[in-house]
């Protein structure tokens, strides 16, 4: 056996199945994401992306295998991976009568009890959403681009080992949706790892290190976006997936 | 420390305008259910087609009061003098709850020129409208004074007549029994006193379910559509503690509201009742205290405690309900086609409860009445009244099993990944049953 390495990944996904009643909607997806990199899952709706991140987030059982954070189960361990993740839904809203600095208050004191830890992390979520004076307003009152700052600022607000944020970037205009991934590669160069998903394959090529395809629960190909083109010899990820997903079928 | 956080969020919630809206909303629609209750009893009072009398005098007096009373427009049941059973439990063989009892003397009373005594005698059985609003004897002891003294003036005052006697030629005393007492107090004080407990606190835990399943539902519902559950679960706290906060909330803001109605509808229950308003009159009001003791028809300490465990139960229940639905909801619009199955099941009993006795009902519907938990709530009060301690303790018990039960399934739920699949299922159903139409 070998001793344990100094880099272990922040999130291994280990045949994880999810079965609902008629929809075989994860059939034994497997990755890793690594501290430091933006994973992403790409793939059109309903390919299964949203119920692999589910079952990661903890709020899924998984049917069969597992996902472990920093070593932990999150079929067996839930509550210690729910200290190391974050998780920011698909078109995910927040607490409409509350402020956005209150709303970045009662997130970090769900976190931490320790009322020092809980300033910084608002402090630091009041730096990264760039809202400024609008956090006191009501969140009702936010744009969707606004608000979509605010949760990401809130979900990587406690350093999580891990956050996962599913369609981080729809249907956001595009300068809010730059700016969203500006934020997420600036946090990834300081070492936080990214789980996200998205249906717009184009889009995900400049932001993500490592993409996974996933079809119909599938998870085809994980690479980097270079080398996936290269070997198929595709111009861009949706020729990839494309080629990937026929190359499947007539298998 | 993570769950006051919880709670103070979910508070801040609550208390929102649509909430408040809703409760002016439900405000109005009690006002006019009061309304009609209220013309409801105006219009039992006028008909009182027959009255059931006892004629222990048997005198050629007696016989013409019983003429004037026919005459009156009252068709008389008579009653047998010489039965030993007394004349009120005589008079509930022909559905009557009151009877008019002409006593020994009274044929020379009149030949006297005093006046002659007339008893109206009551029998409480229950506060409902229809068990208890029996006034035929005492409408009938009215009509025959009136008839009587007139016809008095009329044949001119004889020699030595005192004018007092002519214009009050009877003597009439009200007593009312219950609980196998009897006091010397109108049925009429009584059935008012009554109200206020036969009506008014069931009113108020209707009012006290109806917040609580609407609050508890849409804040379930609120925090689904919006994504806010999802984002709340995956965070490091316990589910029972998320569970808990939203029960405390839901459960203290319609303690909350119910406070505020119950000031309201005791305002408004007190000018309902305003025919027999004692309020003024600290003599009266004791004198009717006293008589209400007697027959047993006031709670005591120990009976007021019981009833707190019963609300508390119910409260706990209907959140505990209402938590299972909210499940259930994808969105808020889904959630009010949830919340209306609940509302039905506490209206019902509610209306039942106001209008009549549960026990004349036919079997089949009693148990169906009774397998929904309010319904022991709504009799409670009475039942701890009326000495029906069995009933009561049975609905207690009832109640209880079912909070286990509900609460258990809650939990299980707000702890495994229902409360997201479940929803889902549900909604998938119907988007497949939208297709195929
Ligand atoms: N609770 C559920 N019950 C049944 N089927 C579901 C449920 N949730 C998702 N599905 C199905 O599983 C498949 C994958 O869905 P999802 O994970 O949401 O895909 P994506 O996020 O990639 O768009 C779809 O076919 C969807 O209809
Ligand atoms: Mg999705």
Known sequence: ?251 | MKFVNLLKKELRELITLQTVLSLVISMVIFGLLGGTIGSLTDSINEKMGSVAVADLDQSEASAQLLEDIQSAGFEVVALDPEDSEPPVDQAEDYAHSSCLVIPKGFGTALEEGRPAPLEVSSKMAGFSIFSGMDQSASAAADAAVSILSSRLLQEGLTEGMDPVFAVQPLQITETTSANGQTAEISGQVIQSMGMQQGFFIPMVVFIMITFATQLNISAIANEKSDKTLETLLSAPVSRLSVLAAKMCASGLASLAMSAVYMIGLGSYMGGMMGSADLSGDAEAAQSVADAMQKLGLSMSAGQFFLLGVQLFLTILITLAVSMILGALAKDVKSSQGLIAPLMFAAMIPYMVTLFTDISSLPAAVQVLLYLVPFTHTYTASANLLFGNIGVFYLGLAYQAVLLAATLFLAVRIFSSDRIFTMTLQFSGKKKKAAREE
Not at chain 1, 35 to 59: D, V, W
Not at chain 1, 169 to 189: W, Y
Not at chain 1, 218 to 225: D, E, M, S, Y
Request: proline share 4%; hydrophobic share 40%; aromatic share 6%.
């Open chain 1, 1 to 251: 056996m070998e001793p344990e390495s100094t880099r272990r990944p922040a999130l291994e996904v280990d045949g994880l199945t999810k079965q609902y009643k008629t929809v075989l909607a994860a059939n034994q997806v497997r990755f890793e994401v690594w501290p430091g990199e933006i994973f992403a899952l790409i793939g059109p709706n309903g390919a299964g992306k949203t119920t692999t991140i589910r079952m990661i987030s903890t709020l899924l059982q998984p049917t069969s295998g597992d996902a472990r954070v920093d070593g932990f189960s999150a079929v067996q361990e839930a509550a210690r991976v729910r200290e190391r993740i974050t998780y920011l839904p698909d078109e995910a809203g927040a607490y409409k009568n509350m402020t956005g600095r209150k709303y970045l208050q009662f997130m970090a004191a769900l976190f931490s009890n320790d009322r020092a830890e809980q300033k910084r992390c608002v402090e630091m979520a009041e730096e990264i959403c760039g809202l400024g004076a609008r956090l006191k307003e009501k969140i009702s009152s936010y744009s969707r681009g606004m608000s979509r700052k605010l949760l990401l600022a809130r979900a990587v607000m406690t350093r999580p080992s891990l956050a996962i944020l599913d369609e981080p970037t729809s249907g956001l205009d595009i300068l809010n949706a730059l700016e969203i991934r500006r934020m997420i590669q600036g946090l990834a160069d300081e070492g936080m790892a990214f789980l996200i998903s998205s249906h717009n394959m184009l889009e995900i090529e400049y932001l993500s290190d490592r993409v996974g395809i996933i079809s119909k629960g599938v998870l085809h190909c994980v690479g980097r976006p270079d080398e996936l083109k290269a070997s198929a010899g595709a111009k861009n990820l949706e020729e990839v997936f494309e080629k990937v997903v026929q190359e499947y079928e007539v298998r």
